[in-house]
């Protein structure tokens, strides 16, 4: 049965729709994943000459088995967050005759190669290997190493306990938090009695026993729970429906024409987990320039790296959430296609939002004047460069946006609806200016560089309903094509 | 009041549909019957711009639809849950729909309000968002917001299917209403052979992408039409 379910996977992998479209971003991902494997590996054969080094009084080992109880958590963490019950078309084997046993035994052991689970191995297996090189005894090595894998995998089942209600989370969050300050104000060292726990499954091979217990307390614990819940209306497969309240937004009403759309659109931000990211992230993006500003290798006051800073923090939200614009809306395009309203005031809406962005995030970014009138002068040309130049860019290369997006994804690590277009936006976004102030800059002087920017998003900002009037011609032609791509799941 | 002209449809050398010449007056209701395949849903996204013809144009009040805008002021449709706006409650998207068609709060809840036995007190005031209601519901609230603002022509794809048996009725009662005073122009598609001979004063067949039947509904229609689909 196993192989049948098996066979079912392998199709839906290779027919699905964007598969081939979007092969350019899976040989990117790849090239990701082989090298988190690479650091991992290095990291792995490394560790044990770094700790050796590090604290030379203590057996390299057990120094690594300290570290270990935080990657644990860490790993928790992460999983928390990122690590979801691998899905399978479950709805329609429901009722098909498999037992439902098989279908939860599949979900589960499939979920154990996830790459939480295999990456760990690239770290585990070259240090047990130096270990060896380092005369360890070799039978305490192999069941340490087995020992360390195993207890990947209870992280794995625990995790999706976890995942069952917030409150494991914050009893987790807390427990991390009381260890941390616990050990940071010397009260009590917790790390390092968990560490020799760690270390004893090394001096005690048949210690192995405990990690593989726990791996089955896990495994059976999850497997009850979904057999409990494997029901469309409960657990697993249902989503909970929410009361929720309406909201009106009427001080938008000043935008006049536009301003439907922009209450739409805040409420597509604010109601959707993946455009709600964006903002998060622009916000969070802020404080990216402490990085910036403040260390000197970037340059003393009005560097070109400044002035990458300056256009990426005002410019975050436009980037982040313009980079998709007509995708947002791909669930319901054909409606706004049909409706009574042009393609003008849409994407004027549209430009208005990402506008206000960044007067929002210039403001914001006010505070950097502190570090010197250069770097805040930075910050505000990059907002009108942003607004002059990028709105503009950013909105031509969005009509090349076809992909659908499902806006209650999240948007860690989510490719989707990237295309060719999210590549070439870094072009006008970043190189240019960058470009053009550290020539000038070199060349003439700060403030005619800055000046130059400056003009750049003036005349950018002067020309904009020209230019605007242009992307509408521009966007009423691919309009077809969108309609056509949004359809696509 | 649409008028189309040698419209053809091709998908990589598949015809999918080859419309020579076919008009719609003014106040009419017809109703498009087919079986899958024969076209109904390529006719309405031609019609609504959402696709080009391969060659032809449609003409809605006599403005060619893919050239100009402003039919859109005049026409409005519900043809599948891609008209929907998920993230909304149905009260937020018909005060949506009916800002883009220059109707305020008050026109919006007037014409929401005559509705309420339709609605079967299972979407007004209910805080959930469209996403979070079935099917059914979605479709009712699709079908509601189209009849938003007072448009002359009205575009509905399949609205008996996945609609209860009470739901059915109430909406043919609804469509007959509208088209009672030959004001609005009424298309409406269905698989439903019964329903859609109550509610069109004419009946077109497709098949394969051609009209094969564009009958006046009389008594005999509903006869003629199992028919000829039972063959």
Same mark, same amino acid.
């Given at each position: 049965?196993?192989k049948?379910?098996?066979k079912l996977?392998?199709k839906?992998?290779f027919?699905?729709?964007n ?9 990117l991902?790849?090239f990701?994943?082989v090298y ?8 792995g054969?490394?560790a044990y000459?770094?700790s050796a080094n590090?604290?030379?009084t203590?057996?390299p ?8 109880v935080?990657?644990?958590l860490a790993d928790?963490?992460?999983r ?8 399978l078309?479950?709805?329609?084997l429901?009722v ?5 046993k ?9 979920s154990?190669?996830s790459?939480?689970?295999v990456?760990p ?12 090189i ?9 069941f340490?190493?087995?020992s ?6 209870v992280n794995?089942?625990?995790?999706f306990?976890?995942?069952?209600s917030n409150?494991?989370f ?6 991390l ?5 616990v ?13 020799d726990?760690?270390?004893?499954l090394?001096k005690?091979?048949?210690?192995v ?6 791996l089955v307390l896990?495994y ?5 729970n979904?057999?409990?819940c494997?029901?469309l209306?409960d657990g697993?497969?249902?989503k909970k429906v929410?009361?929720?309240?309406s ?6 009403n ?9 209450k ?7 109601r959707?987990k993946?455009?709600?990211m ?5 916000l969070?993006?802020?404080?990216y320039g402490?990085l910036?500003?403040?260390?000197s290798i970037?340059g003393?006051?009005g560097s ?7 256009v ?5 939200f436009?980037m ?8 947002w809306?791909?669930a319901y395009?054909?409606?706004l296609?049909?409706?009574?309203i042009s393609m003008?005031?849409y994407?004027?809406?549209?430009r ?6 960044? !007067? +929002?995030?210039?403001l914001?970014? &006010?505070?950097?004047?502190y %570090?010197?009138? #250069?770097?805040?002068? *930075?910050?505000?040309v990059?907002?009108?460069?942003n607004? !002059? +130049?990028?709105?503009?860019?950013l &909105?031509y290369?969005c009509? %090349?946006?076809? #992909?659908?997006?499902? *806006?209650?994804k999240?948007?860690m690590?989510?490719y989707? !609806? ?6 070439l ?6 190189l240019?200016?960058m470009?053009?102030f550290?020539?000038i800059?070199?060349?003439v002087?700060f403030n005619?560089a800055?000046?130059v920017?400056f003009?750049?998003g003036?005349?950018?900002l002067?020309?904009q309903?020209?230019i ?9 032609k ?10 696509q799941? | 009041?649409?008028?189309s002209e040698n419209?053809?449809k091709i998908?990589n050398n ?8 076919f008009e719609?007056?003014k106040?009419q ?5 087919g079986n899958?395949?024969?076209?109904k ?6 019609l609504?711009?959402?696709i080009?013809?391969t060659t ?8 060619i639809?893919?050239e100009?805008d402003?039919w859109k ?8 849950e891609?008209?929907l ?8 998207y ?5 800002e883009l068609r ?8 007037a014409l929401?309000?005559q ?8 979407i007004i005031?209910?805080?959930?968002y469209l996403?979070d209601?079935s099917?059914?519901n979605?479709k009712?609230v699709g ?6 603002g007072n448009?002359?022509?009205?575009i509905?794809d399949e609205?008996?299917?996945n609609?209860?048996?009470t739901t059915?009725i109430?909406?043919?009662e ?9 004001a609005?122009?009424v ?16 009946i077109?067949?497709l098949?394969?992408?051609?009209i ?8 005999a229609t ?6 000829y689909f039972s063959n």
């Amino acid at each position: 049965m196993f192989k049948r379910i098996l066979k079912l996977e392998w199709k839906s992998f290779f027919r699905s729709a964007n598969f081939t479209k979007g092969i350019a971003i899976k040989i990117l991902l790849a090239f990701f994943a082989v090298y988190l494997m690479v650091c991992f590996a290095a990291l792995g054969a490394g560790a044990y000459y770094f700790s050796a080094n590090a604290v030379p009084t203590v057996d390299p080992l057990l120094t690594v088995c300290r570290c270990i109880v935080i990657w644990f958590l860490a790993d928790l963490l992460i999983r928390f967050f990122a690590q979801k019950l691998p899905a399978l078309n479950s709805k329609a084997l429901m009722v098909i005759p498999i037992k439902k046993k098989t279908i939860i035994h599949y979900l589960l052991l499939k979920s154990s190669i996830s790459a939480f689970n295999v990456i760990p191995l690239f770290f585990l297996f070259p240090f047990g290997v130096a270990l060896l090189i380092k005369g360890y005894a070799v039978t305490n090595v192999l069941f340490w190493v087995l020992s360390m894998v195993v207890l990947v995998q209870v992280n794995n089942f625990i995790n999706f306990i976890i995942n069952k209600s917030n409150l494991f989370f914050y009893g987790i969050v807390s427990l991390l938090a009381i260890c941390v300050l616990v050990e940071y104000f010397g009260v009590y060292d917790v790390i390092s009695p968990i560490g020799d726990l760690y270390f004893s499954l090394y001096k005690q091979p048949f210690f192995v026993l405990i990690p593989l217990g726990l791996l089955v307390l896990f495994y059976v614990t999850n497997f009850k729970n979904f057999l409990q819940c494997f029901y469309l209306d409960d657990g697993v497969l249902s989503k909970k429906v929410k009361v929720v309240a309406s909201s009106e937004f009427l001080w938008l009403n000043k935008f006049g024409d536009v301003a439907s759309f922009l209450k739409n659109d805040i409420k597509l931000i604010w109601r959707n987990k993946r455009p709600r990211m964006t903002v998060i992230m622009s916000l969070a993006m802020l404080l990216y320039g402490l990085l910036f500003f403040t260390n000197s290798i970037y340059g003393e006051g009005g560097s070109v790296m400044h002035v990458f800073a300056a256009v990426f923090i005002t410019g975050m939200f436009m980037m982040n959430f313009g980079q998709f614009v007509p995708a947002w809306d791909s669930a319901y395009f054909n409606l706004l296609m049909s409706q009574n309203i042009s393609m003008k005031q849409y994407l004027n809406s549209k430009r208005i939002l990402l506008l206000l962005s960044i !007067g +929002v995030l210039t403001l914001l970014s &006010l505070p950097y004047f502190y %570090f010197g009138w #250069k770097i805040g002068m *930075l910050i505000l040309v990059g907002g009108v460069y942003n607004a !002059g +130049v990028n709105v503009p860019a950013l &909105l031509y290369l969005c009509s %090349f946006n076809k #992909k659908r997006i499902d *806006l209650e994804k999240s948007a860690m690590m989510n490719y989707q !609806g990237m295309g060719i277009a999210q590549w070439l936006m870094i072009i006008p976004m970043i190189l240019i200016p960058m470009g053009v102030f550290g020539l000038i800059n070199y060349v003439v002087s700060f403030n005619v560089a800055t000046g130059v920017l400056f003009c750049l998003g003036g005349v950018g900002l002067a020309f904009q309903n020209y230019i605007f009037s242009n992307l509408v011609v521009v966007f009423k032609k691919r309009k077809y094509e969108m309609v056509i791509g949004f359809q696509q799941k | 009041m649409i008028v189309s002209e040698n419209i053809t449809k091709i998908y990589n050398n598949n015809t999918v549909l080859e419309i020579e010449k076919f008009e719609i007056k003014k106040g009419q209701s017809i109703g498009l019957v087919g079986n899958n395949g024969a076209g109904k849903t390529t006719f309405f996204s031609l019609l609504l711009d959402l696709i080009r013809p391969t060659t032809g144009t449609i003409k809605n009040n006599g403005i060619i639809v893919s050239e100009s805008d402003s039919w859109k002021n005049f026409t409005s449709s519900f043809i599948d849950e891609s008209f929907l706006i998920g993230y909304l409650t149905p009260e937020e998207y018909f005060y949506f729909i009916g800002e883009l068609r220059g109707q305020n709060k008050a026109d919006v809840e007037a014409l929401v309000s005559q509705f309420s036995d339709f609605f079967h007190d299972e979407i007004i005031g209910k805080k959930k968002y469209l996403r979070d209601l079935s099917k059914g519901n979605q479709k009712k609230v699709g079908i509601v917001a189209a009849l938003i603002g007072n448009p002359e022509v009205v575009i509905l794809d399949e609205p008996f299917a996945n609609l209860d048996p009470t739901t059915q009725i109430r909406l043919k009662e609804i469509i007959k209403e509208l088209t009672q005073n030959k004001a609005v122009t009424v298309l409406v598609s269905s698989h439903d052979l019964s329903h859609v001979t109550d509610v069109s004063d004419r009946i077109v067949v497709l098949e394969k992408g051609r009209i094969v039947k564009d009958l006046e509904t009389n008594a005999a229609t509903l006869t003629d039409l199992e028919m000829y689909f039972s063959n």
